[in-house]
């Protein structure tokens, strides 16, 4: 069977706003809706280059924005369109998507589809369609060529010339064709995790925040953190998990949040390395105070997998469980202890090292 004899893919195409669709009438850009017959173009292209025929259902967003103005629940908004939309025998689904906070709203979607049979990608683009030097087409071209490869099931960002795993990526240029990167390697939980049962409702109300460290930081700047993101927050620190303790009101802050269930998860403000709590003394002090280590996720990571447990209803040792163990490749996994000799080889052998 040739190429052009294979079965059409089948594919989602979901339009949320961003770069990839704006116009400027003088008062700076702004998204439009109604790309059908432009996305229909592009899809013609695909076609032509690829040697594939691409049997497309595209939609749009009620409301399509620019992606700075995405709250708090517009990557749960688009993970139900997403799901709702997936019909049997899809290939895969694009959601088009502003690049601001595509990697934060694309490792909510990731937690939110932990399930899909098939592979969710999001793309946009750093300059619009139609302007010179746009790469709209090509990033649309390379998440539909991604989608013919058959990745893994999971959610991408499919952005200038790779493929990013959601939970591990970061936009790390504004100008640039390449304007993300995967921070860490993606690394697949060494066996499957029962997750925890959606329930959402009462305390899954409360919202999650993210503060980062800095020098100088008051106690008054944490306070009003934990006192609005009443459901969470994560805490960005410095190196292995430290904060200034040039006063003893930022622990209490978190001691005092963490006792009225509000967690605090401590990630670290490096592009490499792990949260270690019980390193230095600051660190120590955050531990002892209830925070929760984030070992290595990144920012946008962990900001949705602690809205996403909050979201159903986890709380208290529960949520710590959650919370420190890897469910999508999002967090390293744990390092094998070494392994001991045996007491009788020990006895018989006291000249030879560990493994």
Request: include cysteine; charged fraction near 20%.
């Amino acid at each position: 069977m040739t190429a052009v004899e294979r079965p059409p893919m089948r594919v989602e195409i979901l339009y949320t706003g961003g770069t990839f669709g704006m116009v400027d009438h003088g008062a700076g850009m702004h998204p439009r809706s109604g790309l059908d017959a432009e996305i229909a173009e592009i899809i013609d292209e695909f076609e032509e280059a690829a040697e594939v025929s691409v049997d497309c259902r595209y939609g749009e967003l009620d409301r399509v924005i620019d992606s700075a103005d995405a709250d708090a629940g517009t990557a749960v908004r688009i993970a139900e369109r997403v799901r709702s939309g997936t019909a049997a025998g899809t290939d895969g689904v694009i959601v088009i998507h502003g690049t601001d906070t595509m990697a934060y709203v694309g490792a909510r979607i990731a937690f939110e589809l932990r399930d899909i049979a098939v592979p969710v990608l999001l793309t946009g683009a750093q300059i619009p369609l139609g302007h010179p030097g746009s790469d709209a087409r090509g990033n649309l071209h390379l998440a539909l060529n991604s989608i013919v490869a058959q990745p893994v099931p999971g959610t991408y960002l499919a952005f200038g010339s790779a493929l990013h795993p959601a939970v591990r990526a970061s936009k790390r240029a504004i100008d640039d064709y390449d304007g993300f990167a995967t921070i860490r390697d993606l690394t697949p939980p060494e066996r499957p995790s029962a997750l925890p049962i959606p329930r959402r409702g009462g305390a899954a109300n409360d919202p999650v925040g993210l503060l980062t460290v800095f020098p100088g930081m008051h106690a008054e700047l944490l306070d009003a953190a934990l006192g609005h993101y009443r459901g969470g927050l994560v805490l960005e620190c410095y190196g292995a998990g430290t904060a200034p303790l040039h006063s003893a009101d930022l622990i209490a802050s978190i001691r005092s949040a963490t006792r009225r269930s509000t967690p605090v998860v401590v990630i670290t403000q490096c592009d490499s390395g792990s949260i270690d709590l019980e390193r230095y003394q600051p660190g120590r002090a955050l531990l002892d105070a209830g925070a929760i280590s984030g070992g290595d996720m990144t920012r946008e990571a962990a900001l949705a997998k602690l809205s996403f447990l909050v979201a159903h209803g986890l709380t208290g040792a529960a949520l710590r469980h959650w919370v420190t163990t890897n469910l999508l490749g999002e967090l390293a996994n744990p390092r094998a202890a070494p392994k001991l000799p045996s007491p009788a080889r020990e006895s018989h052998s006291p000249s030879r090292s560990y493994q």
